[in-house]
């Protein structure tokens, strides 16, 4: 190294522009194809460094790189980070008035831009069409690819016109990408997108530095709350919720315990929705409370935490969604919190949708690997990954599984008890009842409606005083998670399916998970060897970090930009660590490239003098 020469292109580029050491994963793969004009699909994580991949060819390639992207309200912030480090970039979409729209249009027809943000409903527009052939096009990058799958959950009509690239720029290489990503997924974005000559590059989906816990569900507004309390307090991070009502609710029980936390979700007027998406990208430490409406294309880099309070409909969703968390590379928090009632209603849900029944059949296969994640008493990470089609070598060390590994029991006596108590009720009686009147006669309650019907005159009554309420909870779950039983209707009837009648007949053998008396809360950093070297900050260096963080939040209010788009907190933490002294020094630091030094590097030393 050293000489000028052996360095590529991209390379230089990576560490004058963005400021960084070296490329992550297959980066440097990736980019040395599309900047030898190769098409490429490219499948990483979120959080995996995506937006390199096509910016670093952007900047190399002649021209202007193009880059289709369906989340025109983060357009701006995208443009506004990229300007901060000296690259030139603009973006067409319906949020523009003409004035603007015709300045950029200028700009990309005068040679004057590297990189064009666009929305892909403009492509359908034959005016779009015309100026980017009287312009110079590097490369098409397709962001969020998955779009085009009808597989997947957020499919966009407007992506299936993007197949129309290759026929009308057959020279301009096309790099596609998604952090969606089972074989099924990229097999019909190759297909749709048309492009069938494409290299894949398939990245580690791996998120090390993100702990996975799924948690039964007992009083969720407190286990929340204690998680930020006791793990999280002052972090940024978002709460999914399934429902607006849920969304509201639980906005308002944070903010009454002294949390910054501001809602999300279709139902709130557009401005609002703005206005707090905004507030969640700029200021630090506020809680996001929102529906799945919230999130696709939302690159903060320091989201500690991502909390689902309800069950997520897909594992890919719920990568996804969990995958918000820790761009950075810092430790970071998914937790899940899940209960019987979440099963009932997602299989409701199911019965209740619009489409056929392939349609109901394709929801029941992502739901039943969603529920197989959450029993599984294996590692996580390991589940995870298997899921998208990759393995782990030994367990992860950095989930609930591998913290605190549950026991897995033989149930099959517990199942067989439950399942013909139902049998009972529903076979011999016809009578229709859901789960607590099936764990009543169980228990052997006498309440008034087990009275009522007379069900203390059943021989399965009082037969299950082994298992606690919640461990029959846990038992019913589970056993409708793995489909040995069913369930019906508006008011979760439990029902016999093919598999109950293997388990009451066949001996077929039921294994359980058993939750470990009381998760400890494990430490992040120290548990996960293979995370990155997260900075722990000394005790000189605390003050130091906080005084540079509140010098970035009054620059960023000053600039109306997010703060991060100054500085990650990774680099001031560096900073306030190694307290470089010169502007040479502090050159060197991840993440302050070329512009940024020029522009904030007098700053930073004037407050590293007044502190150090
Ligand atoms: P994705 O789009 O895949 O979710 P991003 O492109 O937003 O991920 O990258 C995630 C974060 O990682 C960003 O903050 C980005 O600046 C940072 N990053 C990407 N590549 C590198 C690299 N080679 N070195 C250091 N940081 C990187
Ligand atoms: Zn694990």
């Known amino acids: 190294m050293g000489s000028l020469g052996t360095v590529s292109e991209a390379t230089e580029v990576l560490q004058r522009v963005f400021g960084y050491d070296a490329f992550r994963g297959n980066q440097q793969d990736i980019i040395e194809h599309v900047v030898g004009g190769g098409d490429a699909l490219v499948l990483m994580p979120t959080g995996g460094g995506k937006s390199l991949c096509y910016q670093i060819p952007a900047l190399v390639r002649p021209g202007t790189g193009v880059v289709i992207s369906p989340l025109i309200a983060l357009m701006q912030d995208q443009v506004d980070a990229l300007r901060t480090v000296g690259v030139r970039a603009g973006f067409l979409n319906s949020t523009q008035d003409s004035y603007a729209r015709r300045e950029v249009e200028e700009a990309f027809l005068d040679g004057e831009l590297d990189l064009l943000y666009l929305a892909p409903e403009r492509l ?41 690239l290759h026929e009308r720029w057959p020279d301009v290489p096309r790099i596609a990408l998604t952090a969606t990503a089972t074989d099924a997924t990229r097999e019909e974005i190759a297909h749709r997108l048309n492009l069938t000559e494409a290299r894949h590059f398939v990245a580690s989906f791996d998120r090390p530095n993100i702990q996975y816990r799924i948690v039964p569900k007992n009083e969720p507004k407190r286990q929340l709350l204690k998680l930020l309390q006791t793990e999280h307090a002052g972090d940024a991070g978002i709460v999914y919720c399934l429902s607006r009502a849920s969304v509201e609710k639980i906005a308002d029980f944070l903010v009454e315990n002294g949390i910054e936390a501001l809602p999300y979700h279709a139902g709130l007027d557009s401005r609002t929705r703005a206005a707090n998406q905004a507030r969640f990208l700029r200021e630090d430490g506020l809680v996001m409370v929102a529906t799945i409406a919230f999130g696709m294309g939302i690159d903060k880099p320091d989201v500690r935490f991502v909390a ?11 990568y996804q969604e969990t995958g918000r968390a820790g761009r950075d590379g810092l430790p970071s928090t998914a937790w899940l919190a899940y209960g019987l009632a979440d099963v009932v209603q997602q299989r409701q849900l199911i019965d209740k949708s619009e489409g056929d029944d392939a349609h109901r059949r394709r929801l029941n296969i992502h739901l039943d690997a969603m529920l197989a994640l959450c029993e599984t008493v294996e590692c996580r990470r390991g589940q995870l990954l298997a899921y998208f089609g990759q393995s782990q070598e030994e367990n992860c ?4 599984s591998c913290l605190t590994p549950p026991e897995a029991w033989d149930g099959t006596i517990a199942a067989q008890k439950l399942l013909s108590t139902v049998f009972r009720l529903r076979k011999e009686r016809g009578q229709k009842f859901g789960a607590g009147q099936v764990i009543d006669i169980l228990l052997g309650k006498t309440t008034d409606k087990v009275r009522q019907h007379r069900h203390d005159q059943l021989t399965v009554f009082g037969k299950g005083s082994e298992l606690r309420d919640t461990e029959w909870r846990g038992v019913v779950r589970q056993l409708l998670a793995q489909g040995l039983l069913g369930v019906e209707g508006d008011f979760g009837t439990l029902v016999l399916t093919e598999g109950s009648n293997q388990v009451l007949f066949e001996q077929r053998q039921v294994r359980l998970r058993r939750e470990p008396e009381r998760t400890r809360a494990p430490k992040a950093a120290k548990s996960s060897a293979k995370a990155k070297a997260a900075i722990e900050l000394t005790a000189e260096a605390e003050p130091i970090f906080e005084r540079l963080r509140s010098w970035r939040g009054e620059t960023a209010r000053e600039l109306g930009l997010p703060a991060y788009v100054i500085f990650h907190d990774a680099t001031l933490k560096q900073i306030a660590t190694e307290l470089p002294s010169s502007l040479e020094a502090l ?26």
């Open 587 to 612: 050159g060197t630091i991840s993440g302050v490239g070329e512009n940024k030094l020029a522009k904030y590097g007098d700053q930073i030393l004037a407050v590293l003098a007044e502190v150090v």
């Open 308 to 318: 689902h309070l309800d069950l997520p409909k897909s594992v890919e969703g719920y």
């Open 124 to 164: 359908r527009v034959e005016a779009t069409m015309r100026l980017l052939d009287r312009g110079k096009v590097s490369l098409f990058a397709i962001d969020e690819a998955h779009c085009v799958a009808q597989w997947g959950h957020d499919f966009r009509p407007d992506y299936l016109e993007l197949s129309a």
């Open 397 to 400: 060390g950095n989930c609930d």
